[in-house]
């Protein structure tokens, strides 16, 4: 019997409990709709180990068309201050916040700063955590660059904008923070699939590691105002940041470096 065949097997033998599976949808159903473009998917991990298999609920996360790439700074475990909000029923807690020094100020914790953010008033700052592994900040409108005419779309909670000379959207922000030595040992996963390519690691100028991808689905079009899309993946002090958005690859680098404390 190949593996293949044997894992067909172990799985038909599998029973997932109700709640295990009413949890799954949930926290899929949650995110899709606080997060229209930046679904979290949960996946079962199928483990084939000594003739067993086992499932477990595992967040999809750093490899692009399944190959890793270059190695970045390990991430550490912070101690952050618990959200203070209403759990759902599920346990996870969901707050906004209408600055960035507000988030800051409620985590306890210091995060790298932006010459380009500025403190601008159209970050849209969210962080979802259970007060026990992990703190995911996601943060729409980060900077926004020179892009103009920005209005505020309460259906779908984002924005829509006139293009820019040097940036083609906003550039967005996803903070991923472990608080937990289980979490640690699991990490956070990222799978890039399909239409993106491997640019290169880069330096960035307070030292840290970033490794530069681009969403080949989007083409450039000077004329109509349409950048590249990038992406940015890098930890700094044990805190891993993913930075997108449309802009020139010399523009994308300018904002990695001119992150501090």
Not at 37 to 66: D, Q, R
Not at 248 to 256: A, G, N, S, V, Y
Request: with cysteine; proline share 2%; hydrophobic share 35%.
């Amino acid at each position: 019997m190949d593996i293949k065949e044997k894992l067909e097997e172990e799985l038909s033998t599998i029973t997932l409990s109700e709640n295990f599976t009413k949890e799954l949808y949930a926290r899929i159903n949650q995110r899709k709709k606080r997060f229209k473009y930046k679904i979290a998917v949960c996946i079962f991990c199928i483990l084939l180990a000594s003739g067993t298999v086992s499932a477990g609920l595992y967040y999809y996360s750093v490899s692009l068309n399944n190959k890793e790439l270059p190695a970045l700074s390990p991430l550490e475990i912070k101690e952050v201050c618990d959200s203070k909000a209403t759990p759902d029923e599920h346990g996870f807690y969901y707050e906004t916040y209408d600055s960035y020094e507000a988030l800051c100020k409620n985590l306890g914790i210091k995060l790298l700063n932006n010459d380009y953010s500025n403190e601008n008033p159209y970050m849209i700052i969210k962080r979802d955590t259970n007060n026990l592994d992990y703190n995911w900040i996601d943060i729409q409108a980060y900077i926004i660059g020179d892009i103009t005419n920005i209005r505020y779309v309460s259906d779908t909670e984002s924005y829509k904008w006139e293009r820019g000379d040097l940036f083609g959207s906003p550039i967005d922000m996803d903070i991923w923070i472990v608080n937990s030595e289980a979490q640690l040992q699991h990490g956070f996963e990222f799978e890039f699939l399909g239409m993106y390519e491997f640019i290169e690691t880069y330096i960035a100028k307070e030292g840290f590691k970033v490794n530069i991808l681009r969403d080949t689905s989007v083409i450039e079009d000077e004329a109509k105002k349409i950048k590249p899309k990038y992406i940015a993946i890098f930890v700094a002090d044990g805190i891993q940041y993913n930075l997108s958005g449309l802009t020139t690859l010399e523009t994308f680098k300018d904002i990695l470096d001119s992150f501090h404390y």
